[in-house]
Structures are given as C-alpha cells and as structure tokens.
C-alpha cells in the first residue's frame, strides 16, 4: 500500500469515529443537564421545607459526609412529598431527623462470627 492509500484510510477510518463521539459527547450533555436540573428541583424543595440554620447544617454535613447527606436530602424531600413535613423545618427538627436515620443505620449492622 502506498502512502496517499494509508491517508485516504486514516482519514475515512476518522470521518468515520467523529459522529461516534460528537454523539457520545450529546449524550454526556444531556446527562449533565438531566443532572443540573434534578439537582435544581432538590435545591428548591430543600429551600421549601428548611430554615437557614438548617439549610447550613445540611451544607456543612454534605461538606463532610456527602453520601449520609444525600440520603438526608432525599428522606427530607420523601417526607414532603407524603405531607408528613411542616414546612420550615428549623436545626433541632432536622438534628432529630438525622439522629433516627443514624439510628436506623446502626440497626442494620450484621455481624458474622465463626468459631
């Protein structure tokens, strides 16, 4: 094979991968958009059903452990959405509410013993 050959195949080959990735690259956009957006609503239900200093204690948990205050954002946003929250909440209410769903974590522990 000659060289002109050898280019016209390189390029047809990456003619052939740029709509691969230009829709690869779509698909993240999307993603990241769908995220942002989820993201978003999350915020503004949170903004909804807490006071300030709760709002801060949140912050400050998600700062620290991101994963526990993920699934206190999503009790509290579950709890709205059943009615079963008195919107605001203020920081004794959600220390309350963080100390039962600690509570509820270390209930679920499984320990194997061999003898």
Known sequence: MSEDELDAIRKKYLSQMQ???S???QNEQVEAQKQAQLEAWKQGILRKILSEPARTR???LKLVKPDRAAVVE???IQLHQARRVSAPLNE????LILRQLNNQ???SKIEFRRS
């Open 23 to 25: 829709e690869s690259a």
């Open 19 to 21: 709509p691969e990735k």
């Open 92 to 95: 004794e209410q959600l220390l």
């Open 58 to 60: 949140l912050a400050n």
């Open 74 to 76: 999503n009790h509290l």
């Open 105 to 107: 974590k270390r209930d």
